[in-house]
Every structure is written in C-alpha cells, then in structure tokens.
Nanobody
Framework: VQLQASGGGLVQAGESLRLSCAVS????????MGWYRQAPGKQRAFVAT???????NYADSVKGRFTASRDNSKIAMYLQMNNLKSEDTAVYYC?????????WGQGTLVTVSS
C-alpha cells in the first residue's frame, strides 16, 4: 500500500486548506484511514480517523474546525481544515491500518502564519 499526501502550504491564520491522500496498491482489508501531524520539536500526534463507512473521530484540538472524509471510489482521503491557527503548523501525514499494521505516507507541510 502506498499513500501520497498533498495540499500543504502557507496560509494565514483563519484561512482554510484541504489536504488530500491518494492510496494505491493492495487496499483489501483496509478499513480505517487517518491523519496525524508532527509539529516542530514535538512527537507525531493524532488528528483524525475515518472509516470506510464514513465514521470519523477527531482530536479535541481540531474538533469543529477539521473534517475528514473519504472517497472510496477514488481510493482517496481528505482533510478539510478551516479556521487554521498557528498551532496547526506541522507536517501532516496520512495513514491506513490493515489489522495492527499501519502504512504511512510521506508528509505534507502546513504552515500557518499569525
């Protein structure tokens, strides 16, 4: 399984950004996909997950501002980020679970200037 995240960039606080994650390879038995982020000097942290059925789960810090979604026909996942804050600055990674194994994509950098 290969994952490719894209859509990062430099935005002002309060603006929006949409990240995409394209998935290829053997996607059988993959139900849950997610987003994590790693801010400078910090450990990678959970952002959101979305199941193939569209059920979502969010970190408290992004609830109400971020929306994770999937397009199962395109085998893609998205993260709509609204009202961005400086503390959202991080490298964002998409991932997918097959059982206990996690596949990671390369990150995309999001920088929010205040």
């Amino acid at each position: 399984v290969q994952l490719q995240a894209s859509g990062g960039g430099l935005v002002q606080a309060g603006e929006s950004l949409r990240l995409s994650c394209a998935v290829s390879g053997d996607i059988s038995s993959i139900n849950v996909m997610g987003w994590y982020r790693q801010a400078p000097g910090k450990q990678r942290a959970f952002v959101a997950t979305v199941t193939s059925g569209g059920n979502t789960n969010y970190a408290d810090s992004v609830k109400g501002r971020f929306t994770a979604s999937r397009d199962n026909s395109k085998i893609a996942m998205y993260l709509q980020m609204n009202n961005l804050k400086s503390e959202d600055t991080a490298v964002y990674y998409c991932c997918a679970w097959r059982g206990q194994y996690v596949y990671w994509g390369q990150g995309t950098l999001v920088t929010v200037s205040s």
